[in-house]
């Protein structure tokens, strides 16, 4: 299949690896796709030597935009939005501005991402706040859940939006027809989420999408939701809470395999039910959250993310662009809105 | 060792199950432990046959205490305060309120159990909201998690409760000698939670509590911290994700390691790596959540609980009830106000 080309700019600095990690992944992402051009945005003395053995087919698509500078994983967004006007995440996320660029994918610091991106890019006619959606393992698939941890506190209306935006990502990048909607909450009837999650359930169940009430923390792997509807903070925290409880199980299923040479020889048995399980569960086909409302495509890579992690990342960049998601989420909006009118 | 009897009175009718679990749960608590009595709250004529073959010894310390209604699983709170005056569940708490029972565990609807218990046995002095806490594995052993769902909204004041309360509990009933305490927030600098934690955070920085700071999700299972604080809303979805990725994870192991007749036999291999990792992380051995900030000692039991898991929740009753503490809480309440007030 012949396809339009797509252009990604990667944050080659960015991330706790940097060029070692962006820019291999870069190629494979390079060598997986044969209509994606990426422009790596950093130090060209760090990221040349790392294009060095690249075939010719993929060095060819590949073009180094000089960044003088680099945000740090710990900087406070304000001074990487005031200081770090030459950084390599700033130069990506202009380069999408400018139309450059049909993406951007950014390993680095959270927070400097989200306000730049805001800043630079703007937010959709509609959208009051950009979120962060991922998509997380469930029993049918995968769920996508929103926000991640951008907006600490949210009104109403931005979880509205928030499910107009979950709806447009689960049916148009990920092909789920009438994507099942839910708001988290508890599950105590009399104790149950404030005001907000109320008025929020209120609106969702007189709009055009596929409301279907609220759901539990355990919801979010049960299959009977496909966009889980929540404020950043709580949003944060159940990622989290998931990203430790797995990395605690996993320990502590090694440590029992090595307990004994026994323990080993059962491993070695266990080897093709072990390849299955993390072919399914790997967090790294998973890394990737998208911040979504903004007027371009940007993608937010896990920090500590390898190869195989980023050219994921790179690849919801591409899928994300091709599918236009920004445009498709600007035109549920103001057809939601017309509704709303009608 | 001769201890002192702890009598703890029990909702026989609650949870998914009723009597068919509460009582050989019970028979099973007066088996572990000689100091123990029972009173078995609820319909004489479903609690009596299933007493019928149980040893004298363990017969002689259970009585049965009539009660004629039954709070549903899905009946409000409210409704079963004002009109199931009656009820098992009201009337073990009744026994507490009066000295009769040292502790009383249901696992009734959680709403209810709690609505009846802080009208019937009042909050301890200086504590606005009870709160329920539990323990979660963890790679030091476990963490002590509060509030996980009575109270969806909290103030600075209620989080302060909560860490003391949690401090006590870790620290008295499970010998930890200066619990860390941290509070649970997101990562990102600029969008960390709003001004409750903030303040929460400040006040515990300059009370006697061993303070850490801030944690986030995945920290609950690092052993870095004991008591992690959080209001009910955040809790109980943090609580529920676990609960529900573990489901998951648990049916999609299964699901590979019967795939085919080798799988079978690689599954036999691991029979032991299994049966440690269960023993480690078998949710039965973490049932039993306390209501805090009571009078009174009143324990949660799951509602699918098994005789496995309601025992434990017994277990738990008896320790908090002979550890006093809604004593102890109100000491360190009284200590700390001394302390600020200094």
Redesign the interface.
């Known amino acids: 299949m012949t396809s339009a080309p797509i252009r990604i700019a990667v944050d080659a600095m960015g991330g706790d690896h940097g060029p070692s990690v962006t820019v291999p992944a870069s190629l494979a992402a390079l060598q997986d796709e044969s209509s994606l051009e990426i422009v790596l945005v950093g130090l060209a003395e760090r990221i040349e030597p790392l294009l060095a053995g690249a075939a010719a087919s993929l060095r060819s698509r590949v073009r180094i935009h000089p960044a003088s500078q680099v945000v740090s994983m ?1 900087e ?3 001074d990487a939005l005031r200081k770090k006007k030459e950084s390599s995440m700033r130069l990506a996320i202009d380069l999408v501005k400018s139309g450059e660029a049909h993406a951007c994918v950014s390993a680095g610091n ?2 400097a991402l ?2 730049t991106a805001r800043f630079v890019l703007k937010t959709i006619e509609g959208v009051d706040r950009p979120a962060i959606i991922s998509r997380i ?3 049918h698939g995968y769920t996508h859940m929103l926000d991640l ?5 949210c009104t109403a209306d931005h979880l509205v939006q928030f499910a107009i935006m979950g709806s447009v990502v689960a049916s148009d990048m990920h092909g789920i027809a009438k994507p099942r909607v839910g708001i ?1 909450n ?9 005001g907000v999650v109320q008025e929020a359930a209120r609106r969702l169940s007189a709009s055009k999408l596929n409301y279907i009430g609220f759901v ?7 299959g009977d939701v496909d966009v889980v509807v ?1 404020d ?3 949003g ?14 996993v ?3 090694k440590a ?2 090595t307990r004994n040479p026994l ?1 080993y ?3 070695a ?2 080897w ?2 072990f390849r ?2 993390r072919r ?2 790997d967090p790294r086909s998973y890394n990737g959250a998208s911040m979504v409302g903004l007027t371009g495509v940007v993608i937010k890579s896990h920090g500590s993310a390898d190869v195989v992690a980023f050219t994921n990342a790179l690849r919801i960049a591409s899928i994300e662009a091709r599918k236009g998601v920004p445009t498709q989420i600007a035109n549920l909006l103001s057809a939601q809105q017309e509704g709303s009118a009608a």
Chains 1, 2 share one sequence.
């Open positions: 710990d406070k967004p304000q959270t927070g989200m306000a393992p469930a029993r941890g951008a907006n600490a506190e988290l508890i599950g105590e009837e009399e104790m149950k989420g404030d539990e923390g355990d919801d979010i792997f049960s929540t950043g903070f709580t944060n925290v159940a990622l989290k809470t998931m990203e430790g409880l797995v990395t605690m199980l320990s502590a299923i029992e395999y323990r020889l059962a491993a048995a266990s093709p039910v299955s399980i399914e569960f």
